[in-house]
């Protein structure tokens, strides 16, 4: 009885949530189809979302979202890649040889406190408008936060492990085979998450001032042509892709490593 | 000091000086124009000449005022909220995977919209930092409301303490670790939204003198407005985010993760 009882009623418990969990994005769109009803507001400041949805479909079946996305999506996974592979070598010799660490750490602080958008600027300098200052900034934001990433990984390998192997003999390649890379993989893979999160801004923020296309030039050029549902299409558009890649491929890719590798997560 | 700390310092001192020399020498070397590569003793110049004109004194007041103000009404916003959500299970169920959402949003794409509602200027740079500042401070006071233990609070109670008491004695105290850290993480977040909206939508500040000064191919004043950026963010984190963070956290008696 109880084996049978247990499953319609976490059902239960599950639809209430769920159902909890959609009345207040319920109440906010009737209170923003309720709006123009009680105050007089321009129809550009709030497209309706009945236009909203139109735009989506116009922006959707015009393949003009597909586009765009793709174009975003492309750059991103350039700057992504171009900035961890710089990163993983400077990041491991910081973090393995204490000269360099302490030569090169302060210009790595300070150069870290203005990664980012604030490149953009130069970047449009060095390389015109379009895609170059884009995925020169995603590189720049990615590189800073992968080598942070890296040496706090090698960094929180435990002593007792670095002189167990060493006195075992393990030099060279394979105490960096068997120690430092298995030892630093869980943290690199999970900063890279955090890594994406601040590429992600430098993506959108970027394609802003820079670029000529992608999903953040799309949203301003529409407000300048005071495209406010266009403009909301983007923005949701982004935050769904962002919420989907994190729960479909950093959690259960972070999960699956960290045990995997029988580590846990220090937090 | 220490010789060790002296040793380190020195040669974190030689790492910049080093990285100075290079960029000076390689400005000879290299044969582009000046705007393209803008050489350190270009910089030094356009630094002494615009704090002379009293530009950047002013551009940096601009940016610090802003950045305060957003920082507070979004701390004291999102703080509220956090109780507010916390005081009532139904709430927290209702609200909870709405603010989830929430978070995922990139706070970047907000700006074009804040552009069209609040027009260039300086509200459109304050509710950028404001909301900023929002999400990590309410994400991260809520994360710590959910891990006080039940226990406490029903001991709180049945020893007599009325709603507000346990709100003042086990709630809030509970709550101000993670509280301060998503207020770190808020800081940081804000610094870039600042320099971001002065970027598109101000007339002064740090961000404005950045991008402004390279459509007139100044690029020697981009430069120091970047360095600008970074040493007003080291010395913000410093002398006030870093003891602030120690002091409350000493203070709670608490430990949390350091990030960096």
């Known amino acids: 009885m109880t084996a049978n009882g247990i499953a319609p009623s976490r059902l239960a418990r599950q639809a209430a949530s769920i159902g909890l969990a959609l009345i207040v994005p319920a109440l906010v769109v ?3 189809a309720a709006v123009p009803f009680f105050v007089k507001v321009p129809a550009y400041k709030l497209p309706t979302v009945m236009e909203i949805g139109e735009q989506f479909w116009v922006l959707t079946s015009s393949g003009k979202l597909g586009w765009e996305l793709l174009v975003s999506g492309s750059r991103f996974i350039v700057g992504l890649l171009l900035g961890t592979a710089l990163a993983l070598p400077l990041g491991l010799a910081i973090a393995l040889n204490r000269h360099v660490s302490d030569v090169v750490r302060p ?10 958008i604030a490149w953009v600027p130069m970047a449009i300098i060095w390389f015109g408008f379009g895609q170059g200052p884009v995925i020169f900034v995603i590189a720049n934001t990615v590189f800073f936060s992968t080598i942070y990433n890296v040496v706090r990984g090698v960094e929180s390998i435990p002593a007792v492990l670095r002189n167990a192997v060493r006195s075992m003999g ?3 390649i394979g105490y960096f085979r068997e120690l430092i890379l298995p030892g630093a993989l869980v943290q690199i893979i999970v900063g890279l998450r955090t890594s994406m999160a601040f590429g992600l801004r430098a993506l959108v923020g970027a394609e802003m001032i820079a670029g000529t296309s992608g999903l953040g030039f799309m949203t301003i050029d529409a407000s300048q042509s005071y495209g406010t549902d266009t403009v909301i299409v983007g923005m949701l558009v982004i935050a769904v892709v ?7 491929v950093f959690i259960p890719l972070e999960r699956k490593t960290v045990v995997r590798w029988g580590l846990q997560r220090f937090q | 000091m220490s010789w060790s700390a002296q040793t380190k310092m020195l040669k974190g001192a030689s790492g910049i000086a080093a990285i100075l020399l290079l960029w000076q020498l390689s400005v000879y070397v290299v044969d582009v124009p000046p705007h393209f590569y803008p050489s350190p003793a270009a910089v030094w110049r356009a630094f002494i000449e615009m704090t002379e004109k009293g530009i950047l004194p002013s551009y940096i007041a601009d940016s610090m005022l802003r950045y305060l103000l957003g920082v507070l009404i979004g701390t004291a916003i999102g703080c509220a909220l956090a109780l507010l959500i916390a005081s009532s299970k139904l709430a927290m169920r209702m609200l909870g995977p ?3 959402f ?15 509602w609040f027009g260039f200027g300086l509200p459109t740079i304050l509710v950028a930092v404001v909301y900023v500042v929002i999400w990590p401070v309410l994400f ?4 710590g409301i959910r891990s006080i233990q039940p226990s406490l609070i029903l001991a709180a109670r049945s020893l007599g303490g009325s709603r507000w008491q346990v709100l003042r004695e086990v709630v809030l105290p509970g709550m101000l670790p993670q509280a301060v850290n998503g207020f770190r993480v808020a800081a940081g977040f804000a610094f870039r939204a600042l320099i971001f909206g002065e970027l598109i939508g101000a007339q ?3 961000g404005y003198l950045i991008f402004e000064s390279t459509t007139h191919l100044q690029t020697d004043r981009t430069v120091l407005g970047m360095i600008c950026m970074g040493l007003l963010w080291l010395f913000i984190d410093r002398n006030y985010l870093r003891p602030f963070e120690k002091a409350t956290i000493d203070r709670w008696g608490m430990v949390v993760s350091h990030d960096s």
């Open chain 2, 140 to 143: 991260n006071s809520l994360s």
């Open chain 1, 242 to 248: 962002w919420y989907v890649l994190d729960r479909a």
């Open chain 1, 170 to 172: 393990g030099t060279g």
């Open chain 2, 102 to 116: 929430l978070y995922y949003m990139v706070e970047l794409a907000w700006i074009p919209l804040f552009v069209i």
């Open chain 2, 204 to 206: 002064s500040g740090i």
């Open chain 2, 98 to 100: 709405m603010i989830d």
């Open chain 1, 30 to 32: 009737a209170a923003w």
């Open chain 1, 107 to 116: 210009a790595l602080v300070f150069f870290q406190a203005i990664a980012g």
